[in-house]
């Protein structure tokens, strides 16, 4: 039993702590101890990040419906949605201070409080008179802003949360449960968005509905999560989280080779599926397809990818291959998107868009969670929020790069029989080429150069075996099961 009373499911009692580097006094005691409650802190971690996304993404399925309602344009529409990665990527920096100084538990606090008061102040201001007040739109605007003030405070947690809370055993599935849940999120609001708001009026209920779980998990977040660590820690990693200071993290960082290379080469993985999410219903329907069907192909895109990742998750806890997990994959996910440039250009194949659609989904999202690990792994003992957030800022960068280049690339069609566009029709080739030509490019860097110790991992067996450089002097260790 704990100090709380709680009954532990690991203890294990060795030799030695780490700091930054294996502190191997053999006159310290340290007992690493893994507590039940740590699968409810990763609980309300995934209603938040579920939450979010689905206030991030809550008008774009319903877009027609949200102008005419706020009587404003589709473009200021799509600002909605584009404010979260507008204000995500000048916060990053801010947010993973935070995390890695200031601890989970504060973090986590106020990333609720935020996404609650957004979901809030969003359905207050549709019931404003629209014919007296010019502030619905400007109202809605500023609860998506904070939503997206708090995106950043939930999204870099996974990696924190999984090294504080949980035992190498059981870090990348933890790690990938609670990145899984943020697509999960975006899955639920393009199913519920369109079954709620059938029409315009119809807004403020499908407001209510997201605010309501946004509520619920701030509660649950506030009450439930009594610190922001365990009182023991459940490994010699998690003994020495964040012991960097965060600008020496950063400058250690920038002089790590390996970490650089995957800060480039997966951050443009990341902002190639941002575009692909982002562009899919545009590039799918020059070719005839439906939005319906653009919206199966998005959600098989999520579900299978949400798949993939639960059974690499797994199989990297128990091999810790991280990098030939992170390789295999990224190659893979490459050559999904170089056959979507391809089908996505080719009328009447359904079966074979959605089945890219779903290979590509399975492939890229199952190396999300791994490649965050992957960071932690080659850049201990740099803090995790510091690592992973890095890489996710690079994504977030180069996203809005690509996004403006295919858009740019595009070329208007004058004739386009099969088009379920509208009136402007635009040609997406040469943009399917140079984003097939581009995720070739980064992953092929990645494969040849990329090549790391896994320091976290080492720091940690140094210090359960209690080796001394220079000395061959070992001391034993014991698990015992409660």
């Given at each position: 039993m704990d100090a709380g009373g709680e009954t532990t499911s690991d203890i294990r009692t060795v030799y030695g702590a780490v700091s930054g580097k294996p502190n191997l006094d053999p006159t310290r005691l340290l007992c690493f101890k893994v507590y039940k409650r740590r699968w409810f802190v990763l609980l309300v971690l995934c209603l938040l990040n579920c939450s979010n996304a689905t206030i991030w993404l809550t008008f774009a399925p319903v877009a027609d419906q949200s102008g005419q309602y706020l009587t404003v344009s589709l473009q200021n529409i799509n600002w909605l949605s584009l404010v979260f990665m507008v204000v995500a990527i000048p916060l990053s920096f801010g947010t993973t201070w935070m995390l890695d100084t200031l601890g989970l538990r504060i973090t986590l606090i106020l990333g609720s409080w935020l996404n609650m008061l957004g979901a809030l102040l969003r359905f207050l201001g549709t019931l404003l008179p629209p014919a007296r007040f010019k502030l619905q739109f400007p109202a809605?605007?500023?609860?998506?802003?904070?939503?997206?003030?708090?995106?950043?405070?939930?999204?870099?947690?996974?990696?924190?949360l999984a090294a504080l809370w949980f035992p190498d055993s059981q870090r990348a599935t933890a790690n990938m449960i609670a990145s899984m849940s943020n697509p999960l999120g975006i899955l639920l609001a393009n199913i519920i968005s369109?079954?709620?708001?059938?029409?315009?009026?119809?807004?403020?209920?499908?407001l209510l509905a997201y605010a309501v779980p946004a509520c619920i998990t701030c509660l649950l977040a506030t009450v439930g999560i009594r610190?922001?660590?365990?009182?023991?820690?459940?490994?010699?990693?998690?003994?020495?989280?964040?012991?960097e200071p965060f600008i020496q993290g950063l400058k250690l960082l920038l002089r790590n080779k390996a970490y650089l290379i995957l800060l480039l080469c997966f951050g443009c993985g990341i902002a190639v599926f941002t575009c692909f999410s982002t562009l899919l219903d545009q590039i799918l329907c020059v070719k005839g397809y439906s939005n319906d069907f653009a919206g199966l192909c998005g959600a098989l895109f999520i579900v299978f990818g949400i798949v993939?990742?639960?059974?690499?998750?797994v199989y990297v806890d128990k091999t810790k291959k991280f990098t030939e997990v992170t390789k295999i994959g990224l190659g893979l996910s490459t050559l999904s998107c170089i056959a979507f440039s391809v089908v996505s250009l080719m009328p009447h194949q359904k079966v074979a868009v959605a089945a890219v659609c779903s290979l590509f989904g399975f492939f890229g999202f199952s190396i999300y969670p791994v490649a965050m690990e992957l960071s932690v792994e080659s850049s201990y003992p740099v803090g995790e929020a510091?690592?992973?957030?890095?890489?996710f800022v690079s994504g977030q960068v180069q996203s809005v790069v690509y996004i403006i280049l295919l858009q740019a690339l595009t070329k208007p069609i004058t004739e386009s029989p099969l088009s379920t566009c509208g009136d402007a029709v635009l040609s997406w080739k040469v943009s399917m080429m140079v984003m097939a030509g581009l995720s070739s490019f980064f992953t092929c860097c990645f494969l040849v150069f990329f090549q790391t110790r896994y320091r976290r991992l080492e720091a940690e067996e140094q210090a359960a075996h209690g080796t001394r450089e220079n000395n061959d002097t070992t001391t034993s260790y014991q698990i015992v099961e409660n």
């Open positions: 809605v605007m500023l609860g998506q802003t904070l939503g997206a003030l708090a995106q950043p405070l939930i999204i870099f947690a996974p990696t924190k369109p079954v709620i708001a059938k029409t315009s009026a119809q807004i403020p209920t499908l610190s922001g660590k365990p009182p023991t820690p459940p490994s010699a990693g998690a003994e020495s989280s964040g012991s993939g990742a639960g059974a690499v998750g510091t690592s992973a957030g890095l890489i």
